[in-house]
């Protein structure tokens, strides 16, 4: 096995050059980045001995990262393959693109797209794919949101941030710009494939090392999503939420201290509060390299979603709100997968915002281990209640009815509340919303006073599903004046009819209960005007005794 020096000294060691080649050589010529089993085993196959840094945490700037897409080399890492300088050239072709677009005239929101890398640079498919999987993972910072419907076909806002690469000409130049963006790491220069030509793209390579990658003394903070991610549980949450109040404040932050002492790797704004931050990039760059965002929401976060409240005020929340809204429109699958809505203590259900009022969300009563259970579970996908294995199927037979509905569930006891209800009937059906599992939720209006006897003959009504619906395992339910169903899309208008059918039947049940009530109160009235009569027969007997 070949030994496994550290890097950061006159060369890279030799494993870290193989690693480094191998990714390199995999992302330019296939446009993937090889997984972490493929490359410990071919490793060894070659005598490389991955294990003595392939575990260690990596830096800001990385050379390489162990990332759900695979293990992914960082421009700083392409620089040190034999195989990417002509990638590297045309990352700094684009680059000049959107530098000579941003500072062009009469645009007052910059754009690049793939149409414009061909006819303007030329560029094929091949190459166009390769920038954006760059641009859209290690270099983040030169786009500022957009729209893509594949990696060759795309259009993003060129980043403010554009700016410090306006005298960029070379790679040097562009590294230079880099550091005062993202932390560097201290590397030796990287040294270019003996067969590759530098000059026929003019781009130099020539720099020493100290300019190339300055070191970690410069002072700059980097603010973008950590690069090192927790072991035992790979997930990277984002919190998103609004200012308010001292007091709100703080139980976000503990929000977010909890998760990350449950193992979760967290962030939230408040942890970058002190440092030099690009607030307009910040939370738009946190969703997007965030495995699950964390809505806690609020009235405050709800009216600035909305674009409500004074001008200047939760600009933040906006633009994280249009960047979820855009995650939502180019893959709503993945956006259902990614978003939840947590309520803190306090919040009500209100308070969440209406676009994403039909979104999951999680109650957190108390800010303590125990009490985000629920948020740990739905970040895991560990059920608290795990569904049993099915059991073999009985047969049943005929049930035959003989009782009368108006007759059946009448002798409950009403209250006075109960007693002040009215006939219920439907209103229209609301939108249905798409849930992650692929059903639709069918929200139906009730008008009328619902009491608790009417809900509970709403739900203990039998109305059969048989021949209407395909979904007949899940039941309606009601949650304040409306009734619930999770159903499938053919089933919209059988489920219409069932709950009509259903309100009917619990209509007639109702006023069951009503006149079975009535009918005991009356005789509870004569049974006690039939003892108060006894009473007085008694008096009048034994008082004409003693006289």
């Not at 530098?99 to 645009?107: A, H, K, M, N, R």
């Not at 008008?447 to 059969?464: D, K, L, M, R, Y």
């Not at 009917?504 to 009569?533: F, K, M």
Request: a negative charge; one cysteine or more; proline letters at 5%.
């Amino acid at each position: 096995m070949h030994s496994a020096p550290p890097s950061g000294g006159g060369s890279l060691s030799l494993n870290l050059q193989w690693l480094i080649d191998r990714c390199a050589r995999q992302f330019v010529e296939q446009g993937t980045w090889p997984n972490e089993r493929e490359l410990l085993r071919e490793g060894a196959k070659a005598g490389f001995e991955l294990d003595d840094f392939f575990y260690q945490p990596t830096s800001r700037d990385f050379l390489w990262r162990r990332d759900h897409d695979g293990v992914i080399v960082s421009v700083a890492g392409l620089a040190h393959a034999t195989i990417a300088a002509p990638l590297l050239a045309d990352l700094l072709r684009f680059v000049r693109l959107c530098v000579l677009i941003y500072f062009g005239e009469g645009d007052d929101a910059p754009k690049v797209t793939a149409d414009l890398l061909r006819s303007s640079l030329g560029m094929d498919e091949i190459t166009i794919d390769r920038l954006f999987k760059l641009f859209s993972s290690t270099e983040y910072f030169l786009t500022a949101g957009g729209s893509s419907q594949s990696p060759t076909q795309w259009e993003y806002f060129i980043s403010d941030l554009i700016r410090k690469f306006k005298s960029a000409t070379n790679l040097a130049d562009y590294f230079g710009a880099r550091s005062q963006i993202v932390e560097p790491l201290p590397l030796p220069a990287p040294v270019l494939a003996p067969e590759f030509d530098i000059t026929s793209i003019g781009v130099s390579f020539a720099t020493p090392a100290d300019v190339l990658f300055p070191n970690l003394a410069s002072g700059v903070v980097d603010n973008k999503p950590s690069a090192s991610i927790n072991e035992e549980n790979d997930l990277v949450v984002f919190v998103t939420w609004a200012h308010e109040t001292d007091e709100w404040q703080a139980s976000v932050l503990t929000f977010t201290n909890l998760l990350r002492a449950e193992g979760f790797d967290a962030y939230v704004d408040l942890y970058y509060k002190n440092r030099p931050t690009d607030w307009q990039l910040f939370g738009t760059r946190w969703i997007e390299k965030a495995d699950v965002v964390l809505i806690v929401t609020s009235r405050a976060y709800a009216r600035r979603w909305a674009s409500e409240g004074p001008t200047g005020t939760g600009a933040g929340v906006a633009r994280e709100a249009i960047t979820l809204r855009q995650l939502f429109t180019e893959d709503q699958e993945k956006f259902l997968h990614k978003a939840r809505v947590v309520l803190l203590s306090g919040v009500e259900v209100k308070d969440i915002p209406r676009d994403i009022s039909h979104l999951s969300w999680i109650r957190v009563e108390e800010l303590t281990s125990d009490g985000i259970d629920a948020v740990c579970r739905h970040l895991t996908g560990e059920d608290e209640y795990p569904m049993p294995e099915i059991g073999p199927r009985k047969e049943r037979g005929p049930r035959v009815v003989t009782a009368d509905p108006s007759s059946t569930e009448s002798d409950q006891d009403l209250t006075p509340e109960d007693e002040n209800g009215s006939e219920v009937t439907i209103g229209e059906a609301d939108i249905t919303h798409e849930r992650p599992d692929g059903l639709l939720e069918l929200r139906v209006p009730l008008n009328g006073n619902i009491t608790p006897a009417w809900e509970q003959c709403f739900q203990n009504v039998s109305t059969s599903t048989s021949g209407s619906l395909s979904l007949v395992m899940s039941s309606p339910r009601i949650i304040g004046r409306f009734v619930f169903w999770n159903i499938e899309a053919r089933d919209v208008e059988g489920a219409m009819t069932h709950i009509q059918r259903r309100v009917e039947d619990a209509n007639t049940r109702y006023r069951g209960c009503l006149a079975r009530q009535a009918e005991l109160t009356v005789r509870a009235q004569a049974e006690s005007e039939e003892r108060a009569e006894r009473l007085k027969a008694a008096r009048d007997r034994l008082k004409s005794s003693d006289t």
